[in-house]
């Protein structure tokens, strides 16, 4: 069975600094990553997604992830964060076999700082 | 383009009641999956329906029940209330199968609070 561990629950930054939130996975077959990003009292938005090709992926907002098989790993980094950043971000993993069943981590709360 | 709508968004219960919430696709996708998210489990897969079957099921009690209806509108139902049940539930739709090229378009949820 696939699973997802986000090792940090809590990553507190100040503004423009720079933050990477860390996700590891584990599955035998070949998988599609994602994360998303939860801001208060909304539903989930993605921000990027790895399905195939460079393992550089680039989304929404300044954010990328870099993904590493060797690792497995799917870490979501941004060189620069802002007040507005301050959200709950999930990584998620899905694979052909699970009938693209998304299982998600436990997510991390981001909160920037001035 | 309408988002996912689910209605209501909020929703105050007690125990032994039933509920059912509702969830609107965004137009045109017809896969629709049910989360529940709460603070100790995180976002945890219900079921997921595709042209009104049941294409995948989560590991939750047979009190958690859905259905689609052949406009893609997706219902589900929890009988039998538990404190536990108190939960964000989200709802979240795609164009043929979610995960892959078909991104998960996720509404904002129902809270549902279980007394």
């Known amino acids: 069975a696939q699973s997802v561990t986000q090792l940090d629950s809590q990553v507190p930054v100040f503004e423009e600094a720079p933050v990477e939130l860390r996700c590891n996975y584990s599955s035998s077959v070949s998988v599609y990553l994602f994360w998303y990003v939860q801001y208060p009292n909304q539903g989930l938005q993605l921000l990027l997604k790895y399905l195939s090709g460079s393992t550089l992926v680039k989304g929404i907002n300044g954010f990328e992830a870099e993904f590493n098989k060797s690792q497995t790993s799917f870490h979501l980094r941004k060189p620069s964060v802002h007040i507005s950043d301050t959200a709950e971000y999930f990584c998620a993993v899905t694979y052909r076999g699970s009938n693209y069943k998304l299982t998600f981590g436990k997510g991390t709360l981001l909160t920037v700082n001035p | 383009k309408a988002g996912v709508t689910q209605t209501p968004r909020y929703l105050i219960k007690t125990r032994g009641q039933q509920v059912t919430l509702s969830c609107s696709p965004i137009?045109?996708?017809?896969?629709v999956s049910w989360y529940q998210q709460t603070p100790g489990q995180g976002l945890q897969f219900l079921f997921e329906y595709f042209s009104e079957t049941q294409r995948n099921k989560g590991n939750f009690p047979g009190r958690f029940s859905g259905r689609q209806f052949s406009n893609s509108r997706s219902e589900m139902n929890v009988s039998t209330l538990e404190l536990g049940d108190s939960a964000l539930y989200l709802c979240?739709?795609?164009?043929?199968?979610?995960?892959?090229?078909?991104?998960?378009?996720f509404g904002p949820g129902t809270r549902l609070t279980v007394l």
């Open positions: 979240a739709s795609s164009w043929v199968s979610p995960g892959t090229n078909n991104e998960q378009f």
């Open positions: 137009s045109g996708h017809r896969s």
